[in-house]
C-alpha cells in the first residue's frame, strides 16, 4: 500500500486530483493522481520531487483569476515553519506539472509563535494555526 499524507481532492475539468505526498520523504514525494469519479480508481498522472511540497490546507480554484492556487508548508528550518501559497499550473497533454511561489506566510502575526503551517478558509472564516514552546 501507500503511506500518504495531508491529501486534498479537487475537481477540475471533469476530473477529480487527488493531491498528496508519499512516504519515504513526505516532504518533497509530490504525486497527483486522476480519477473520472470520486470514489474511482485513481491513477498517478504527475510524480515530482518538489520541495515543501506537503499540503497546508485546501487547494482552491480562483474564478476570478482563473488560477488554482494551494498552501503547503516550509519545514526549512523546522517542522511548520512558514505557510507558502502556490500556483499551479498543468499541460496535461504533455504530463507536465509546476508549481510559481506566490507568497509566504511567516510566523510573525502573533509575538508569541515560531511557526505556522495550517491554513484554510470559507466565505466567513479564515483559520490560520500557530506553534508556540509553553514550557522551558
Known sequence: GIIAGDTNILKF???YLLFTTISPD??????IFSSDSLLGEYNPI???????SRSAGMIYFDNDENK???FT???GGGYGRNINLKELHFDFPNKKYNENLLLTINPDWHP???GTHHLDFNDKYIVVDGKRKIND
Open 13 to 15: 475539468n471533469n476530473k
Open 26 to 31: 513526505m516532504g518533497k514525494n509530490y504525486v
Open 46 to 52: 504527475f510524480k515530482n520531487e518538489i520541495s515543501h
Open 68 to 70: 488554482i492556487m494551494r
Open 73 to 75: 508548508q516550509n519545514s
Open 112 to 114: 508569541d509563535i515560531f
